[in-house]
């Protein structure tokens, strides 16, 4: 191995061991530091509480609809409770803005400056349909922004995680702990990857897939369309559906530190959190698109 080659391993092997072991400081905590491993072991614990379920007959999964017509199951809300339990041990002082939990007012929740941003399973559909395609999302947020996001995909066996100026990776049962990155890209370009929801697929959706040049598609549930395009396996997620902030935080700090961006349809701003009305706006995930 030449002497190039040699910097370019020892660089990669530390960025990987320093995305596993690196720690958060959370500013005006009082010292607080949260290791990123420590969430990503908290979002795998999560999802063996979801498997456990994932395993029985679904008769057992004490399936609900909510006020808002969407799916609860058994596997929800215990994974919730793994998650809440853990975050309130680790970071007491740290409030907790969960799907599955009361949301606090406007008013208390203004005053926050970091806040827990939790789906404990993102995909409930998906788990019901028995497709595999469902994930924890857990993530930390400062002033409306993410720092730290964790997907975890149970069934999958992976957990992409983001760090605020570190960068985002990915932990296989098969492969360890990888870097990953989003591929750079032009609207120009022929036979670019869209990602599609598959529950969602709309008209709208359609016309906006109609002006790239041959494009391929790929359809996936919950929050893995992200993770296609933060590991470099996608160009382009556009959602003209709704969604709650929970669905979007932690995917959206992956694809970002994966040099990607999710922005706001209308302003082409990243989306932002901890709004008075937490339905997300319109967006599109984009990879690195150039502009040429």
């Known amino acids: 191995m030449n002497g190039v080659l040699c910097l370019f391993w020892l660089f990669e092997i530390c960025c990987v ?4 072991d690196s720690v958060y400081v959370v500013e005006g905590g009082g010292g607080v530091e949260i290791c990123i491993g420590d969430i990503v072991t908290l979002s795998e614990d999560a999802g063996k509480a979801i498997l456990k379920v994932y395993e ?3 008769e057992n999964w004490d399936k609900q609809v909510k006020s808002d ?4 199951t058994r596997a929800d809300l215990d994974a919730n409770d793994v998650i809440c339990s853990k975050l ?3 970071t007491p002082n740290i409030p907790i803005m969960s799907e599955e939990n009361k949301q606090d007012s406007f008013e208390e929740r203004s005053k926050w400056t970091y806040f827990w941003c939790v789906d404990p399973l993102d995909g409930t559909k998906e788990f019901i349909k028995r497709n595999g395609e469902f994930t924890v999302n857990i993530a930390l947020m400062k002033n409306g922004k993410g720092v730290i996001g964790v997907v975890h995909a149970p069934v999958l066996g992976e957990t992409f995680f983001g760090v605020d100026q570190i960068g985002s990776f990915v932990k296989s049962d098969k492969i360890g ?3 990953i990155s989003v591929k750079e890209y032009s609207d120009s370009d022929s036979g670019l990857v869209l990602v599609c929801s598959r529950s969602h697929l709309d008209d709208k959706t359609k016309e906006f897939m109609s002006k790239f040049s041959d494009p391929k598609t ?11 395009v933060a590991r470099g396996d996608a160009h382009v997620y556009p959602r003209f559906a709704p969604t709650m902030e929970w669905d979007t935080a932690a ?3 992956v694809v970002e530190q994966a040099g990607g961006s999710v922005v706001n349809v209308e302003t082409n701003q990243p989306l932002t959190y901890n ?7 319109f967006f599109i995930c984009y990879a690195n698109k150039s502009n040429n």
């Open 17 to 20: 061991r320093f995305g596993m």
């Open 251 to 253: 995917s959206q700090v």
């Open 69 to 72: 017509d969407s799916p609860l």
């Open 218 to 228: 790929i359809s996936m549930g919950s929050s893995l369309k992200f993770m296609l």
């Open 56 to 58: 029985q007959a679904d």
């Open 275 to 281: 709004k008075e009305n937490l339905r997300n706006p």
């Open 88 to 90: 309130k041990t680790l």
């Open 177 to 179: 702990v990888e870097k």
